[in-house]
């Protein structure tokens, strides 16, 4: 199982299937933490440049298993880990993920993996303070994906584990499963069920309230870098004000 | 190997049932002369009628590239290392060792997950974490270890290709050189694999030898493995 976090840090992570819109939810939580002055790291799933070339000729060719395609993730994480995430949390940072273990928990488990084998997988790493799980309808999703790009990618239409030859349909019956994944991880993990469906500002307002209480009492180490001029506006912005 | 054995869960959406070959594995730390046994091995099954694959550490089609490249850099620490070669094995049993068993052929393999696993722990790793990823494998029918201590080790890389970066462990810096730091870096090496021979039922070789000499024992070792699983084809 995870670690729980006895760093300095916070670890915040979303959590969903693709076009739940955890993404523009994390990019606004990004822009607003470091608007208040606090430091922020941003971590992407599948990010690595280390396994970048692996992955791609992999996807390209068609060769992952759902072993193999399970492992060469978990080795994009740990890169991540051991170089970035892990030394922020060090730091003291706000550490914010799009996506994180629970993503291999739901689609690795969805592909056929054994649940314990991936859960051991990932147990170098820490337990996050929080984590949203972006809950949204099938159709909602699969409307948002074809309207902010043309196609549906092969692995992300699960289209490996030969479900239909359709990649639609394909894609709808493994995030059926994902989601049923994510649905038992609720419980398990403690997730803070954010409703997708929802506008964008709205959920920014559940995602903050969400954020803040985590937050509360709480002093990382401070954006010196950033910061330092925002106290001399604000007290000219005093000082004109009592004008 | 008829009914195939795994360590732990295998691989679960995959039906694997009869497998007529037979999965033999040369262990060994770096230098000890795995390779040129396992040439003469090959040679001498082929001469006696049998199928022969041979499969090794890093030689998956999927992540060779990238881990070659990755070898050359300075950001792969210890975990990143261990899952790669991770991924690398489970792409090679998947799709090469596995098909292989399936149409009955011997597979010789150079290394098996447990060199990663030595590596992984000399480098800090949790051992029971190590194992524990390597759950989807397969038992061999056979693992040969062919064991030598550092001086022998030394004097065959004196004579051979010199010393390597990583096979000094010099990711790790045991030391200030290569030559301190692989005779540090060797030993640790061999104690995890002293302790995994008991663990996994290897069977040791005495690798300080003269080649054809090992060869002898390794050619009767199998003789008598393969007797119990499979009929000689001339």
Redesign the interface.
């Known amino acids: 199982m995870l670690k729980p976090n006895n760093s300095k840090g916070k670890l915040i992570v979303v959590e969903g299937i693709d076009g739940s819109g955890k993404s523009t939810q994390i990019d606004l939580l990004t822009k607003w933490l470091r608007s208040q002055g606090k430091l922020v790291y941003f971590s992407e799933w599948n990010s690595s440049p280390?396994?970048k070339?692996?992955t791609k000729?992999?996807k390209q060719e068609k060769?992952?298993?759902?072993?193999?395609f399970s492992?060469?993730q978990?080795?994009d994480f740990?890169?991540r880990?051991?170089?970035l995430i892990f030394p922020m949390m060090k730091v003291g940072a706000i550490v914010l993920a799009d996506r994180y273990a629970f993503t291999a928990y739901a689609r690795d488990v969805a592909?056929?993996?054994?649940p314990?084998?991936v859960r051991?997988?990932y147990?170098?790493a820490l337990m996050p303070d929080l984590v949203m799980y972006f809950r949204v309808p099938l159709d909602i999703a699969v409307e948002r994906i074809l309207s902010a790009r043309a196609k549906i990618k092969y692995y992300e239409a699960g289209m490996d584990l030969g479900l239909s030859k359709d990649k639609l349909t394909s894609f709808r019956m493994f995030q059926k499963k994902v989601i049923q994944q994510y649905e038992k991880m609720v419980p398990e993990f403690n997730f803070a069920v954010i409703d997708g469906a929802t506008s964008v500002e709205k959920q920014q307002k559940e995602v903050r309230a969400a954020v803040k209480k985590v937050l509360e009492g709480w002093n990382g180490q401070p954006d010196t870098v950033n910061v330092t001029k925002k106290p001399i506006r604000r007290t000219l912005a005093k000082v004109v004000g009592a004008k | 190997m008829t009914e195939p054995i795994f360590y732990g869960s295998g691989f679960p959406y995959r039906q694997i049932k009869h497998m007529p070959g037979m999965l033999i594995v040369l262990e060994g730390t770096d230098g000890v002369g795995r390779s040129t046994q396992i040439d003469m091995l090959s040679h001498w099954l082929e001469d006696e009628g049998y199928a022969v694959s041979n499969t090794g550490l890093k030689r998956s089609p999927l992540t060779q590239p990238g881990l070659d490249e990755a070898k050359l850099g300075h950001t792969l620490s210890p975990l990143t290392l261990s899952l790669f070669y991770a991924t690398d094995f489970a792409d090679r049993l998947e799709n090469q060792i596995i098909p292989a068993l399936k149409a009955g052929f011997i597979v010789l393999s150079d290394r098996y997950f447990y060199s990663t696993i030595a590596r992984d722990v000399v480098r800090g790793a949790d051992p029971e974490w190590a194992r524990k990823v390597y759950g989807f494998s397969l038992k061999p029918d056979l693992v040969l270890y062919m064991k030598a201590d550092v001086p022998a080790l030394v004097t065959r890389l004196v004579n051979g290709r010199g010393f390597d970066y990583w096979e000094s462990g010099m990711d790790i810096r045991c030391a200030d050189n290569l030559y301190d730091s692989f005779c540090v870096y060797q030993d640790l090496l061999i104690r995890q694999f002293d302790q995994m021979a008991a663990e996994y039922g290897f069977i040791t070789i005495d690798a300080t030898r003269p080649a054809e000499e090992i060869n002898k024992d390794l050619q009767k070792l199998i003789h008598k493995s393969i007797g119990k699983h499979m009929p000689k084809a001339v």
């Open positions: 280390l396994v070339s692996t000729l992999g060769m992952f298993t759902p072993t193999s492992l060469l978990a080795t740990v890169h880990w051991e170089n592909r056929g993996v054994d314990e084998w051991n997988l147990s170098f």
